[in-house]
């Protein structure tokens, strides 16, 4: 489990518990409804943020998006 406040989309400034209320708000199901929403943009700068996560840690949007769909976010 990662810490809610991890920042996870570093260019946009997102944590964990950012985008998972993102996620629960626009009932966003994959990566791409994620990148494509309007509301609260990530992942459009410097992408690090959709494959191995900004510190290289593998923390990354699918994560956040996995987590949230388990209930454990």
């Known amino acids: 489990m990662i810490d809610p406040d991890t920042e996870v ?3 946009n400034s997102l944590t964990a518990k950012d985008i ?3 996620i629960k708000k ?5 990566l791409q409804e994620l990148l494509e929403n309007d509301e609260c943009p990530m992942g459009d700068k410097c992408e690090s943020c959709q ?4 510190h290289n840690d593998g923390i990354n949007l699918p994560l956040v998006l996995s987590l949230v769909k388990q209930g454990k976010l």
């Open 20 to 22: 998972a209320e993102c």
């Open 26 to 30: 626009n009932n966003l199901t994959t």
């Open 51 to 54: 494959d191995e996560g900004f």
């Open 9 to 11: 989309c570093v260019c």
